[in-house]
């Protein structure tokens, strides 16, 4: 089986993600993805996020709808910072894939090269790096070329259909009462009016 991880802070999770993990999904013929809502991101240690108990509902409420999706609380359960890495082996661990796609935005690719065990990592997944308005295909190839070239071969850069959608710009809406309608799925707009996220 092939296996797609999804993972992010998800704070909330919108149809920018959602439309990057069912393209991926389609077009690598996974049998599932997973998403992973991150416990405590080590690179967003210093600023708020909301509690795990609600990003997680969030999330559960989001993929509801789509057979092939799953929402894993195994980084949320873990104390202490998560490491994309231990995921990945947990994540093999659990599911026996033969392989495993790790789904993520091309500007947390960029990243990369700050990554705790990076070349562990790209050795026991794939990544695929989806593009998202304002950083494109070029841009990341060039930046690539800094890796080793095995590692390269394991970083994989599809294109989806372009969503300028970001969870930091949905909770500046709502602070500022300003519509979150069509940006994600309306079971999660109910649920953030309801417990009074993001005011
Ligand atoms: P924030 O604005 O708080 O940073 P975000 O919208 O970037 O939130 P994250 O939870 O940080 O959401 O994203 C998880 C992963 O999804 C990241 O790798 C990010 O690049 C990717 N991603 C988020 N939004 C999009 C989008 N609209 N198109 C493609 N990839 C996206
Ligand atoms: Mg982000």
Redesign the pocket.
Known sequence: MKLGVM?????PV?Y??LV?AEGVRYEYRLDKVVFVPAGRPPHKLNYPISDPEHRLALTRLAVASNSFFEVSDLEIKRPGPSYTYDTIREMHRIYHPEEIYFI?????VLEILSWHRVEELLKICRFIA???PGHNLDNLTGKLRALPAQLIDHIVPVE?PA???????IRRRVREGRPIKYLLPESEEAYIADAGLYK
């Open positions: 993972g992010g802070t998800f704070d919108h920018g993600h990057v993520t935005g091309a500007d947390a989806a593009t998202r989806v969503l300028a959608i970001s969870s930091s710009d």
